[in-house]
C-alpha cells in the first residue's frame, strides 16, 4: 500500500474512533434517563416489597402516578450539566451555566420529562435556593457530613467526557466544584470521583474487573497524596480495600446516602452482564430506586454501548429525540475538530 494509502487509513480510523465518542455520550445520557425511567414507579419500596413483584421492565404510574418512560430530577439535572458542557469549554463558565440551569430546571421546569418537577432531595433544594439568592455556584453546595445524599453523584456522568485528557488532579479538583454546586462535602466529591473514574477507564476499554482494581490502587493513592484523612478514605473500604462482588447482597443498601449508592451502582455493574440486568438489580433493591438505577445506568450504557440497551426502553424514554440532540451538541463541542 502506498504511502498516502496507509495515511488515509489511519485518518479513516482516527474518525472512526472520534465518532464512536458519540455514541458513548448518547449512551450515557440515555442510560441514565433509562435507568431513572425505570425506577420512578417503584421509588421508596422496601427491598422486600419490591422483591414479591419485582420489576422486569417500563413501568408506569406508581409512586408518582406519572406514565412510562418518565424520568425524574437525576436526569433532569443530568441534562443540565450536560448543556453546560454542550454550551462552553471554560470550567468557570460551565459552573456558572450548570448554576443558571439547575434553577430554571427548579422554577421552570427546564429538562423535565412532561413539564414538571415532582421529585428533589433536601441538599438540593437548600442549595438552589442559595444560588438563587445570588450565591457562588461553588459554595452553594451543603458541605456538611449530613449533606451527604446521592444528589450530586446521581447528576455527574457527563462530567466524563469532559476530564478524559486533563491529568488527575484536575479531574479531582474540576469533579469537585461541578459536585459542590449542591453537595461540597469531600465524601459526596470522592463518590464523584471515583465514579468518573471508573467512567473514565470504561471509555478507555479497559474490563471492569481491572478497573475495579486499579481503582483500588489509583483512588487511595491519590487522595493521601492531597492529605485527605483517612477516616473519610474510609467510607469506601467495602470498594477500596474489599471485593464488593463477593459481598452478601442483603449488606447492599439502596437509600439516599451517597455511599449507599456508590456501592448498589457498583454492585449492581459488577455482578451482571448487560445493562438491562444491571439496571434492573438496582431498581429491585428498593428504596431510592430511581437514583441507584440512573447511576448504575450511566456506567452500564457506556459498558455495554448503544446497542444493549433495550429498543423498548428508547422507544417509551421521554424526549429520545432531544436526548440525542443534546449528546450530539456536546459531541460537537469536544470532537467536532476531528472530523
Ligand atoms: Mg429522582
Known amino acids: 500500500m502506498s504511502r498516502s494509502g496507509e495515511g488515509h487509513l489511519i485518518v479513516n480510523r482516527e474518525v472512526l474512533k472520534w465518532r464512536r465518542m458519540l455514541e458513548k455520550i448518547k449512551s450515557v445520557l440515555l442510560g441514565v434517563a433509562i435507568g431513572d425511567a425505570l425506577g420512578v414507579p417503584v421509588e421508596f419500596s422496601d427491598h422486600n416489597e419490591i422483591k414479591k413483584n419485582p420489576v422486569a421492565g417500563m413501568t408506569g404510574y406508581g409512586t408518582y402516578n406519572l406514565p412510562s418512560g418518565t424520568f425524574s430530577d437525576d436526569s433532569s439535572m443530568t441534562f443540565c450539566l450536560a448543556e453546560a458542557l454542550a454550551k462552553s ?101 470522592i463518590a464523584c470521583f471515583y465514579y468518573l473514574e ?91 430506586t430511581d437514583t441507584t438505577a440512573a447511576v448504575t445506568g450511566g456506567l452500564a450504557g457506556l459498558l455495554y454501548g448503544m446497542e444493549n440497551i433495550p429498543a423498548a426502553y428508547k422507544e417509551t424514554i421521554a424526549r429520545h429525540d432531544d436526548i440525542v440532540d443534546l449528546a450530539e451538541r456536546m459531541y460537537k463541542r469536544f470532537w467536532s475538530n476531528h472530523d
Not at 463558565?93 to 415532582?118: C, H, P, Q
Not at 453523584?153 to 488532579?169: E, G, N, Q, T
Not at 477516616?231 to 437509600?255: C, M, N, V
Request: glycine share 8%; hydrophobic share 40%.
Open 89 to 189: 469549554s471554560d470550567i468557570d463558565t460551565i459552573l456558572k451555566e450548570t448554576a443558571k440551569n439547575f434553577i430554571k430546571w427548579m422554577d421552570a421546569a427546564y429538562w423535565t420529562a412532561r413539564g414538571s418537577v415532582f421529585d428533589i432531595g433536601r441538599t438540593t433544594l437548600l442549595s438552589i435556593s442559595r444560588l438563587k439568592q445570588g450565591g457562588s455556584p461553588e459554595l452553594a453546595g451543603g458541605a456538611n457530613a449530613e449533606d451527604n445524599g446521592n444528589g450530586s453523584l446521581m447528576r455527574i456522568a457527563p462530567l466524563v467526557f469532559y476530564l478524559l485528557d486533563k491529568p488527575v488532579a484536575e479531574r479531582f479538583e474540576i469533579t469537585a466544584r461541578i459536585s459542590a454546586i449542591t453537595h461540597g462535602h469531600i465524601r459526596s466529591i
Open 198 to 288: 471508573f467512567a473514565k477507564q470504561i471509555i478507555e476499554g479497559k474490563d471492569k474487573r481491572e478497573i475495579y482494581r486499579n481503582l483500588q490502587r489509583s483512588v487511595p493513592e491519590y487522595l493521601a497524596s492531597i492529605s485527605t484523612g483517612p477516616s473519610e478514605i474510609a467510607h469506601f473500604d467495602r470498594l477500596l480495600k474489599q471485593d464488593i462482588t463477593e459481598a452478601d447482597p442483603a449488606s447492599i443498601w439502596s437509600g439516599g446516602y451517597v455511599i449507599q449508592t456508590i456501592e448498589a451502582s457498583i454492585w449492581c455493574l459488577m455482578t451482571t452482564g448487560n445493562y438491562n440486568d444491571a439496571v434492573l438489580r438496582a431498581v429491585n433493591l428498593g428504596h431510592d
